[in-house]
């Protein structure tokens, strides 16, 4: 009972205003699309990332999702998905895929907003900042893979080398 007194609460918060004060916060370029999505490009050292922010309000979930801009060859799609649980036993947060119309690996992740409507600020941006590290992180597996010949070992053999510290 107390499930379907819950379900029928309308969301009139709109998530999403927190993210544009992020993004306006961070002097970045965003649109929105028909859905009322939030796409920013945010430059990294190894590309540009695409970032995208969406609500789906029957779940009460935000959605992060962050491309890179890599496209995987059509002759390794089968193999990708071996580099992808292998990479995504290693995250910190959400998993990596990889979108099926643009063969980009993207990171996706989900964060539940609460009953009371409010999302935290810094818990949206701690996961924006730990999506955009993993995708640094993993960068360069995902472009070795693609565009160096490399096979799934070879391309997850940098990730064994990681920098303990610095010099």
Known sequence: MKYTKLQNIKNSYNPLGIIEDIIIGNNWDYEKDKNQNIHVEVGGEWCDYHLSYGINEDLRLLYISCALDIKIPENKINDVFILLANINEKLKIGHFE???????????????????????????????????????????????????????????????????GEV
């Open 98 to 164: 990889v979108w099926t119309d643009d063969s980009w690996p993207v990171l996706r992740q989900s964060i539940p907003i609460p009953l009371d409507h409010k999302l935290c600020r810094s818990q949206v941006e701690q996961s924006s900042i730990m999506a955009l590290e993993e995708c640094e992180k993993f960068y360069p597996a995902f472009q070795m893979f693609a565009w160096d010949n490399k096979n799934v070992k070879d391309s997850l053999e940098h990730l064994m080398l990681e920098t303990q």
